[in-house]
């Protein structure tokens, strides 16, 4: 008899339903709030290098990079600047070609087989009156759980390749 008046208690009270409701549903929440905040950072992370690549092109574009004697380094030293603290400028790769005429562009990266870098081939700023084709990578780490699945290059890395290009015919400057 005790333990069904217990029992009949137990089934009577609704102390603590919330909070087992809660414990259901908080991890879901959290984890959807996580991806939101992920994708948002991943997203602001790419449109700041897409600015960056566009603005310091414009060095290239009319002949500042040549001018410096290293082309490379005014580019990624510019870059860097551009960036602030947003990515790691270390981790930058970049990729810069001369193309004969605008049909002979292609805008799909490469990849070696072996390691699953993306290929560069080289950094030559060209010209006056080249057609040049700049490409800036940098390889995100999708830290949230189970959304790298939707988000990643290289499957199983846990990394999206972030990569932006910018196609221009240089200025005519004097050399």
């Given amino acids: 008899?005790?333990?069904?008046?217990?029992?009949?208690?137990?089934?009577?009270?609704n102390n603590g339903i919330v909070a087992i409701e809660f414990a259901l549903v908080a991890p879901v929440l959290?984890?959807?709030?996580?991806?939101?905040?992920?994708?948002?950072?991943?997203?602001f992370a790419a449109i700041n290098l897409d600015g960056a690549a566009i603005d310091v092109a414009r060095r290239i574009r009319t002949g500042q990079a040549q001018a410096s004697g290293?082309?490379?380094?005014?580019?990624?030293?510019?870059?860097?600047?551009h960036l602030g603290s947003t990515l790691n400028c270390g981790a930058l790769l970049y990729d810069a070609r001369i193309m004969t005429n605008y049909g002979s562009i292609?805008?799909?990266?490469?990849?070696?087989?072996?390691?699953?870098?993306?290929?560069?081939?080289?950094?030559?700023?060209g010209t006056?009156?080249?057609?040049?084709?700049?490409?800036?990578?940098?390889?995100w780490t999708i830290n949230t759980p189970m959304i790298s699945i939707f988000f990643e290059?290289?499957?199983?890395?846990?990394?999206?390749?972030?990569?932006?290009?910018?196609?221009?015919q240089?200025?005519?400057?004097e050399s």
Avoid: H
């Fill in 1 to 13: 008899m005790f333990y069904r008046s217990v029992f009949q208690r137990f089934q009577r009270s």
């Fill in 30 to 43: 959290i984890f959807v709030l996580m991806a939101i905040v992920e994708v948002s950072m991943m997203t």
């Fill in 70 to 81: 290293d082309a490379m380094g005014d580019f990624s030293t510019a870059m860097c600047s």
């Fill in 106 to 125: 292609t805008l799909n990266t490469e990849y070696d087989p072996a390691t699953g870098e993306p290929i560069v081939y080289g950094f030559s700023a």
């Fill in 128 to 139: 006056s009156g080249d057609i040049i084709v700049v490409r800036v990578m940098y390889w």
């Fill in 153 to 168: 290059t290289a499957p199983g890395t846990n990394k999206r390749l972030l990569t932006t290009t910018v196609v221009f």
């Fill in 170 to 173: 240089n200025e005519p400057y």
